[in-house]
Protein backbone atom coordinates (compact mmCIF):
# COMPACT_ATOMS: atom_id res chain seq x y z
CA UNK A 1 0.00 0.00 0.00
CA UNK A 2 1.36 3.45 -1.11
CA UNK A 3 -0.22 6.65 -0.95
CA UNK A 4 0.81 9.48 -2.52
CA UNK A 5 1.17 13.11 -0.30
CA UNK A 6 0.56 15.95 -2.72
CA UNK A 7 0.87 19.08 -0.15
CA UNK A 8 0.42 22.08 -2.49
CA UNK A 9 -0.25 25.61 -1.99
CA UNK A 10 -1.76 27.63 0.42
CA UNK A 11 -3.21 26.10 3.47
CA UNK A 12 -2.37 22.79 1.97
CA UNK A 13 0.78 21.93 3.82
CA UNK A 14 -0.80 22.61 7.07
CA UNK A 15 -4.30 20.90 6.54
CA UNK A 16 -2.70 17.75 4.76
CA UNK A 17 -0.02 18.04 8.13
CA UNK A 18 -3.53 16.98 10.03
CA UNK A 19 -4.75 14.34 8.19
CA UNK A 20 -1.37 12.79 8.18
CA UNK A 21 -1.07 13.18 12.06
CA UNK A 22 -4.29 10.46 11.85
CA UNK A 23 -2.41 8.03 9.46
CA UNK A 24 0.18 8.46 12.11
CA UNK A 25 -2.20 7.22 14.49
CA UNK A 26 -3.18 4.40 12.72
CA UNK A 27 0.77 3.47 12.17
CA UNK A 28 0.24 4.17 8.88
CA UNK A 29 3.16 6.71 8.44
CA UNK A 30 5.56 4.75 6.24
CA UNK A 31 3.71 4.06 3.20
CA UNK A 32 3.30 8.26 2.43
CA UNK A 33 5.45 8.93 0.00
CA UNK A 34 5.88 13.26 -0.61
CA UNK A 35 5.67 15.16 -3.83
CA UNK A 36 4.85 18.86 -5.07
CA UNK A 37 2.15 19.95 -6.82
CA UNK A 38 0.44 23.59 -8.40
CA UNK A 39 2.79 26.47 -7.53
CA UNK A 40 4.56 24.37 -5.37
CA UNK A 41 5.93 22.15 -8.55
CA UNK A 42 6.59 25.14 -10.11
CA UNK A 43 8.87 26.11 -8.11
CA UNK A 44 10.80 23.15 -7.58
CA UNK A 45 10.47 22.08 -10.91
CA UNK A 46 8.48 24.78 -13.25
CA UNK A 47 5.61 22.33 -13.94
CA UNK A 48 2.54 22.54 -12.00
CA UNK A 49 2.57 18.84 -12.50
CA UNK A 50 6.09 17.82 -12.14
CA UNK A 51 6.87 14.37 -13.89
CA UNK A 52 7.90 12.73 -10.59
CA UNK A 53 5.23 13.72 -9.26
CA UNK A 54 2.78 12.26 -11.83
CA UNK A 55 4.93 8.79 -11.89
CA UNK A 56 4.61 8.57 -8.04
CA UNK A 57 0.83 9.16 -8.01
CA UNK A 58 0.35 6.65 -10.64
CA UNK A 59 2.75 4.20 -8.87
CA UNK A 60 0.48 4.77 -5.41
CA UNK A 61 -2.74 3.15 -4.47
CA UNK A 62 -4.13 6.59 -3.38
CA UNK A 63 -3.22 10.23 -3.26
CA UNK A 64 -4.01 12.35 -1.06
CA UNK A 65 -4.20 16.00 -1.72
CA UNK A 66 -4.26 19.50 -0.12
CA UNK A 67 -4.94 22.17 -2.66
CA UNK A 68 -3.42 24.19 -5.12
CA UNK A 69 -3.44 27.74 -5.95
CA UNK A 70 -2.03 31.07 -5.42
CA UNK A 71 -2.63 34.49 -6.81
CA UNK A 72 1.14 35.13 -7.51
CA UNK A 73 1.07 32.92 -10.19
CA UNK A 74 -2.16 34.18 -12.06
CA UNK A 75 0.62 35.71 -14.53
CA UNK A 76 2.44 32.55 -15.40
CA UNK A 77 1.22 31.13 -19.10
CA UNK A 78 -1.91 29.45 -18.70
CA UNK A 79 0.24 25.94 -19.15
CA UNK A 80 2.34 26.73 -15.58
CA UNK A 81 -0.36 28.31 -12.96
CA UNK A 82 -0.62 25.70 -10.30
CA UNK A 83 -4.45 24.73 -11.86
CA UNK A 84 -3.20 23.29 -14.74
CA UNK A 85 -1.21 21.25 -12.23
CA UNK A 86 -4.79 19.46 -10.69
CA UNK A 87 -6.20 19.06 -14.04
CA UNK A 88 -3.84 17.28 -15.57
CA UNK A 89 -3.78 15.08 -13.04
CA UNK A 90 -6.90 14.03 -12.94
CA UNK A 91 -6.98 13.65 -16.71
CA UNK A 92 -3.32 11.58 -16.29
CA UNK A 93 -5.26 9.19 -13.62
CA UNK A 94 -8.07 9.23 -15.18
CA UNK A 95 -10.28 10.21 -12.59
CA UNK A 96 -13.63 11.19 -14.36
CA UNK A 97 -16.12 10.49 -10.98
CA UNK A 98 -15.84 12.70 -8.32
CA UNK A 99 -18.00 12.61 -5.26
CA UNK A 100 -18.99 15.58 -3.18
CA UNK A 101 -20.99 15.14 -0.44
CA UNK A 102 -22.38 17.97 1.35
CA UNK A 103 -23.43 17.02 4.67
CA UNK A 104 -24.99 18.76 7.18
CA UNK A 105 -23.30 18.26 10.81
CA UNK A 106 -26.23 18.99 13.68
CA UNK A 107 -23.40 20.66 15.52
CA UNK A 108 -22.98 23.06 12.78
CA UNK A 109 -26.25 24.35 12.36
CA UNK A 110 -25.67 27.63 13.30
CA UNK A 111 -23.20 27.86 10.71
CA UNK A 112 -25.40 27.82 7.94
CA UNK A 113 -26.48 31.05 6.45
CA UNK A 114 -30.47 28.97 5.82
CA UNK A 115 -32.46 28.89 8.11
CA UNK A 116 -32.02 25.68 10.19
CA UNK A 117 -35.36 23.92 9.25
CA UNK A 118 -34.36 24.29 5.47
CA UNK A 119 -31.11 22.05 5.99
CA UNK A 120 -31.11 20.28 9.12
CA UNK A 121 -30.28 16.97 8.35
CA UNK A 122 -28.80 17.93 4.77
CA UNK A 123 -27.43 14.87 3.15
CA UNK A 124 -26.80 15.04 -0.77
CA UNK A 125 -24.00 13.56 -2.76
CA UNK A 126 -23.27 15.27 -5.37
CA UNK A 127 -21.36 12.78 -8.54
CA UNK A 128 -19.72 15.19 -10.89
CA UNK A 129 -17.88 14.46 -14.20
CA UNK A 130 -14.51 15.54 -13.81
CA UNK A 131 -12.03 14.63 -16.89
CA UNK A 132 -14.51 16.01 -19.70
CA UNK A 133 -16.93 18.66 -21.21
CA UNK A 134 -15.75 22.81 -21.54
CA UNK A 135 -12.72 21.90 -19.24
CA UNK A 136 -10.92 19.80 -21.62
CA UNK A 137 -13.05 20.30 -24.77
CA UNK A 138 -11.04 21.27 -27.83
CA UNK A 139 -10.72 24.03 -29.85
CA UNK A 140 -9.82 26.34 -27.01
CA UNK A 141 -8.12 29.55 -27.03
CA UNK A 142 -7.89 32.83 -27.39
CA UNK A 143 -7.70 34.16 -31.01
CA UNK A 144 -7.47 36.88 -33.57
CA UNK A 145 -10.71 36.44 -35.04
CA UNK A 146 -11.27 37.57 -38.82
CA UNK A 147 -12.74 41.19 -37.79
CA UNK A 148 -9.26 41.22 -36.33
CA UNK A 149 -10.00 41.25 -32.80
CA UNK A 150 -9.54 38.76 -30.11
CA UNK A 151 -12.16 36.13 -29.65
CA UNK A 152 -12.09 33.29 -26.83
CA UNK A 153 -13.10 29.56 -27.28
CA UNK A 154 -14.19 26.96 -25.41
CA UNK A 155 -15.87 24.01 -26.22
CA UNK A 156 -18.88 21.99 -24.33
CA UNK A 157 -18.11 18.61 -25.33
CA UNK A 158 -19.38 14.70 -24.14
CA UNK A 159 -18.93 11.23 -26.05
CA UNK A 160 -21.95 8.79 -25.72
CA UNK A 161 -18.89 6.66 -23.62
CA UNK A 162 -17.76 9.29 -21.05
CA UNK A 163 -21.33 9.98 -20.26
CA UNK A 164 -22.33 6.14 -20.07
CA UNK A 165 -19.50 5.36 -17.29
CA UNK A 166 -20.50 8.24 -15.04
CA UNK A 167 -23.80 7.44 -15.21
CA UNK A 168 -23.30 4.25 -14.07
CA UNK A 169 -21.31 5.55 -11.32
CA UNK A 170 -23.64 7.74 -10.01
CA UNK A 171 -26.70 5.10 -10.61
CA UNK A 172 -24.85 2.75 -8.60
CA UNK A 173 -24.40 5.33 -6.36
CA UNK A 174 -27.85 5.92 -5.90
CA UNK A 175 -28.73 2.47 -5.35
CA UNK A 176 -26.44 2.72 -1.84
CA UNK A 177 -28.59 5.69 -0.77
CA UNK A 178 -32.32 6.34 -1.18
CA UNK A 179 -31.80 5.06 -4.74
CA UNK A 180 -33.52 8.57 -6.34
CA UNK A 181 -31.08 10.21 -8.50
CA UNK A 182 -30.91 14.01 -9.91
CA UNK A 183 -29.06 14.42 -12.97
CA UNK A 184 -28.71 18.02 -13.91
CA UNK A 185 -28.22 19.26 -17.57
CA UNK A 186 -28.83 22.20 -20.02
CA UNK A 187 -30.88 20.13 -22.24
CA UNK A 188 -33.77 22.87 -23.17
CA UNK A 189 -30.51 24.34 -24.81
CA UNK A 190 -27.46 22.52 -24.88
CA UNK A 191 -26.73 19.57 -27.26
CA UNK A 192 -24.10 18.25 -25.32
CA UNK A 193 -26.39 18.20 -22.40
CA UNK A 194 -29.22 16.85 -24.90
CA UNK A 195 -27.70 13.76 -25.41
CA UNK A 196 -26.26 13.07 -21.55
CA UNK A 197 -30.05 13.01 -20.75
CA UNK A 198 -30.70 10.67 -23.65
CA UNK A 199 -27.85 8.82 -22.57
CA UNK A 200 -28.94 8.79 -18.63
CA UNK A 201 -32.68 7.48 -19.73
CA UNK A 202 -31.05 4.89 -21.83
CA UNK A 203 -28.35 3.76 -18.84
CA UNK A 204 -31.38 4.16 -16.42
CA UNK A 205 -33.37 1.08 -17.82
CA UNK A 206 -30.68 -1.15 -16.31
CA UNK A 207 -31.40 0.13 -13.09
CA UNK A 208 -34.79 -0.05 -12.15
CA UNK A 209 -34.92 0.54 -9.18
CA UNK A 210 -33.34 3.62 -8.94
CA UNK A 211 -36.33 6.76 -9.51
CA UNK A 212 -34.37 8.80 -11.99
CA UNK A 213 -35.29 12.53 -12.35
CA UNK A 214 -34.02 15.52 -14.67
CA UNK A 215 -33.48 19.08 -14.26
CA UNK A 216 -31.86 22.51 -16.00
CA UNK A 217 -29.31 23.74 -14.10
CA UNK A 218 -30.51 26.59 -13.59
CA UNK A 219 -33.48 25.28 -11.63
CA UNK A 220 -31.45 22.91 -9.77
CA UNK A 221 -29.24 26.10 -8.54
CA UNK A 222 -32.46 27.74 -7.48
CA UNK A 223 -33.65 24.46 -5.89
CA UNK A 224 -30.68 23.60 -3.41
CA UNK A 225 -31.60 26.90 -1.50
CA UNK A 226 -35.11 26.40 -1.70
CA UNK A 227 -35.33 22.97 -0.80
CA UNK A 228 -32.16 21.32 -0.84
CA UNK A 229 -33.93 18.39 1.05
CA UNK A 230 -35.25 17.05 -1.78
CA UNK A 231 -32.16 15.90 -3.27
CA UNK A 232 -29.91 12.87 -2.57
CA UNK A 233 -27.59 12.09 -5.49
CA UNK A 234 -27.36 14.66 -7.74
CA UNK A 235 -24.91 14.06 -10.96
CA UNK A 236 -23.91 16.28 -13.70
CA UNK A 237 -21.18 17.32 -15.69
CA UNK A 238 -17.99 18.92 -15.28
CA UNK A 239 -18.52 22.74 -15.22
CA UNK A 240 -22.17 22.31 -13.74
CA UNK A 241 -20.88 20.29 -10.92
CA UNK A 242 -18.06 22.62 -10.15
CA UNK A 243 -20.26 26.06 -9.44
CA UNK A 244 -23.51 23.38 -7.77
CA UNK A 245 -20.78 21.82 -5.64
CA UNK A 246 -19.77 24.72 -4.19
CA UNK A 247 -23.02 26.06 -3.41
CA UNK A 248 -24.34 22.46 -1.93
CA UNK A 249 -21.64 23.13 0.40
CA UNK A 250 -22.32 26.46 1.48
CA UNK A 251 -25.87 24.79 2.48
CA UNK A 252 -23.76 23.41 5.11
CA UNK A 253 -22.19 26.57 6.85
CA UNK A 254 -18.73 25.91 5.43
CA UNK A 255 -16.87 24.82 2.33
CA UNK A 256 -13.70 23.95 5.15
CA UNK A 257 -15.78 20.84 6.11
CA UNK A 258 -16.28 19.03 3.19
CA UNK A 259 -13.89 16.13 1.89
CA UNK A 260 -14.30 14.73 -1.67
CA UNK A 261 -13.09 11.74 -3.80
CA UNK A 262 -12.13 11.78 -7.09
CA UNK A 263 -11.92 7.72 -9.08
CA UNK A 264 -11.25 5.60 -11.76
CA UNK A 265 -12.55 2.94 -12.75
CA UNK A 266 -11.28 0.67 -10.37
CA UNK A 267 -11.86 3.30 -7.26
CA UNK A 268 -8.14 4.29 -7.22
CA UNK A 269 -8.86 7.99 -6.16
CA UNK A 270 -7.62 11.33 -5.62
CA UNK A 271 -8.87 12.23 -2.47
CA UNK A 272 -8.83 16.27 -1.27
CA UNK A 273 -11.05 18.56 0.19
CA UNK A 274 -13.79 20.69 -1.83
CA UNK A 275 -12.19 23.92 -0.53
CA UNK A 276 -8.88 25.78 -2.44
CA UNK A 277 -5.96 26.83 -1.14
CA UNK A 278 -6.98 30.05 1.19
CA UNK A 279 -3.50 31.82 0.67
CA UNK A 280 -4.89 34.81 2.53
CA UNK A 281 -4.90 32.58 5.33
CA UNK A 282 -1.84 30.42 5.02
CA UNK A 283 0.49 30.04 7.37
CA UNK A 284 -1.73 31.66 10.46
CA UNK A 285 -2.86 28.10 11.71
CA UNK A 286 -6.82 29.53 10.97
CA UNK A 287 -7.08 26.94 8.34
CA UNK A 288 -9.98 23.98 9.07
CA UNK A 289 -8.58 20.65 8.57
CA UNK A 290 -11.65 18.94 8.86
CA UNK A 291 -12.70 18.73 4.76
CA UNK A 292 -8.74 17.00 4.49
CA UNK A 293 -9.38 14.73 7.61
CA UNK A 294 -12.36 13.26 5.82
CA UNK A 295 -11.24 13.08 2.62
CA UNK A 296 -8.91 11.10 4.41
CA UNK A 297 -12.21 8.92 5.86
CA UNK A 298 -13.15 8.68 2.26
CA UNK A 299 -9.90 7.40 1.15
CA UNK A 300 -10.36 4.21 3.35
CA UNK A 301 -13.86 3.80 2.14
CA UNK A 302 -13.49 3.47 -1.31
CA UNK A 303 -10.01 2.54 -2.14
CA UNK A 304 -9.23 0.87 1.10
CA UNK A 305 -13.00 -0.62 1.49
CA UNK A 306 -11.99 0.28 4.91
CA UNK A 307 -15.88 1.13 6.44
CA UNK A 308 -14.40 0.98 9.76
CA UNK A 309 -11.57 3.41 9.98
CA UNK A 310 -13.72 5.86 7.97
CA UNK A 311 -16.65 5.66 10.76
CA UNK A 312 -13.69 6.02 13.53
CA UNK A 313 -12.70 9.39 11.70
CA UNK A 314 -15.96 10.43 11.03
CA UNK A 315 -16.68 9.97 14.61
CA UNK A 316 -14.02 11.31 15.75
CA UNK A 317 -14.65 14.52 13.90
CA UNK A 318 -17.97 14.51 14.86
CA UNK A 319 -17.07 14.40 19.10
CA UNK A 320 -14.89 17.38 18.21
CA UNK A 321 -17.57 19.09 17.32
CA UNK A 322 -19.98 18.22 19.57
CA UNK A 323 -17.69 19.03 22.78
CA UNK A 324 -17.76 22.65 20.73
CA UNK A 325 -14.14 23.12 19.59
CA UNK A 326 -14.34 24.98 16.14
CA UNK A 327 -11.88 26.90 13.38
CA UNK A 328 -12.50 30.14 12.62
CA UNK A 329 -14.76 29.24 9.51
CA UNK A 330 -17.34 27.32 11.66
CA UNK A 331 -17.06 29.10 14.69
CA UNK A 332 -20.16 30.68 16.34
CA UNK A 333 -20.86 32.57 19.74
CA UNK A 334 -20.40 30.38 22.81
CA UNK A 335 -18.03 27.41 20.91
CA UNK A 336 -14.56 27.19 21.62
CA UNK A 337 -12.26 28.86 19.06
CA UNK A 338 -9.20 27.07 18.05
CA UNK A 339 -6.51 26.85 15.15
CA UNK A 340 -5.63 24.36 12.62
CA UNK A 341 -3.03 22.19 14.45
CA UNK A 342 -5.27 21.90 17.72
CA UNK A 343 -8.15 21.28 15.48
CA UNK A 344 -5.96 18.18 14.41
CA UNK A 345 -4.19 17.00 17.86
CA UNK A 346 -8.70 16.94 18.67
CA UNK A 347 -9.73 14.70 16.36
CA UNK A 348 -6.43 12.56 17.18
CA UNK A 349 -7.28 12.31 20.90
CA UNK A 350 -11.29 11.35 19.71
CA UNK A 351 -9.67 8.93 17.56
CA UNK A 352 -11.35 5.54 19.38
CA UNK A 353 -8.33 3.05 18.43
C1 LIG B 1 -12.57 22.46 -7.90
C2 LIG B 1 -11.78 23.68 -8.30
C3 LIG B 1 -11.02 23.36 -9.58
C4 LIG B 1 -12.04 23.06 -10.65
C5 LIG B 1 -10.03 24.43 -10.03
C6 LIG B 1 -9.05 24.79 -8.93
C7 LIG B 1 -9.30 24.04 -11.27
O1 LIG B 1 -12.60 24.77 -8.43
O2 LIG B 1 -11.96 21.40 -7.65
O3 LIG B 1 -13.79 22.56 -7.83
O4 LIG B 1 -12.54 24.00 -11.30
O5 LIG B 1 -12.35 21.90 -10.84
MG1 LIG C 1 -14.61 24.44 -7.82
Not at 56 to 62: K, Y
Not at 65 to 77: C, M, N, Q, R, S
Not at 271 to 294: C, F, M, R, V, W
Not at 328 to 341: H, P, Q, R, V, Y
Request: charged share 25%; proline share 4%.
Amino acid sequence: MKIAVLPGDGIGPEIIKQAVKVLKAFGLENILEYAPIGGAGFEAFKDPLPKSTLELAIAADAVLLGAVGHWKYDKLPRDMRPERGLLRIRQSLNLFANLRPAIMFSELIHASSLKAEVVSGLDILIVRELTGDIYFGEPRGIVTNQKNEREGINTMRYSESEIKRIAHVAFKTALKRSKKLCSVDKANVLETTELWREVFIETGKEYPEVELSHMYVDNAAMQLVKNPKQFDVIVTGNIFGDILSDQASMLTGSIGMLPSASLDANNKGMYEPSHGSAPDIAGQDKANPLATILSLAMMFKYTFNDQEKFNLIENAVKSVLREGFRTEDISSEGTNLIGCEEMGDKVIERLEI
